[in-house]
């Protein structure tokens, strides 16, 4: 977890493979509807809640218009590397490779936004007025972490 405090601004750093919010489903039994991924979102969005809950103790809930930015990093597919002793190189043709598979970056993006209002870090996600998501791999581009998380960057526009 790494906290970054500028004027009017959060930063909140967190470990651990994204998860998508996922589309509903109608419970069989009844009792409304739920995530169809509800298995691995939950502990992803409670880890989330609890690292920006840890980060924000010091700052009251933001209640006015927000500008916030959103990166995505994702462990690189194990055929992006080599064999044997180039086990840990990753290879020339993948060195650019962006991560299009199924991971939604709107679904991305609730996720996270729905546990930063759980956190209290805002009063809702309707705050958010202008975003920028972007999905990396591991080891492939700067603004990537070293390995799979989140970096969230809120700023609150006066």
Not at 131 to 151: C, I, N, P, Q, S
Request: aromatic fraction near 8%.
């Amino acid at each position: 977890m790494t906290t970054t405090a500028l004027p009017g601004r959060i930063g909140i750093r967190v470990y651990g493979t994204p998860i998508t919010q996922g589309s509903k489903t109608a419970n069989r039994f009844g009792g409304g509807v739920r995530d169809d991924n509800a298995k691995t979102l939950k502990p992803w969005r409670n880890h989330v809640e609890a690292v920006a809950k840890d980060t924000c103790r010091y700052h009251e809930t933001i209640t006015g218009p927000v500008r916030i930015w959103v990166r995505f990093t994702f462990d690189r597919p194990r055929e992006h590397y080599g064999t044997g002793r180039n086990s840990e190189v990753i290879k020339e043709r993948f060195l650019h490779a962006q991560p299009t598979y199924k991971k939604d970056i709107d679904k991305l993006q609730r996720a996270v936004f729905d546990a930063l209002t759980a956190a209290a870090v805002w009063a809702d996600d309707g705050l958010v007025v202008d975003v920028r998501a972007r999905k990396f791999y591991a080891h492939g581009h700067e603004l990537a972490l070293d390995e799979a998380g989140v970096d969230i960057v809120i700023e609150e526009i006066a």
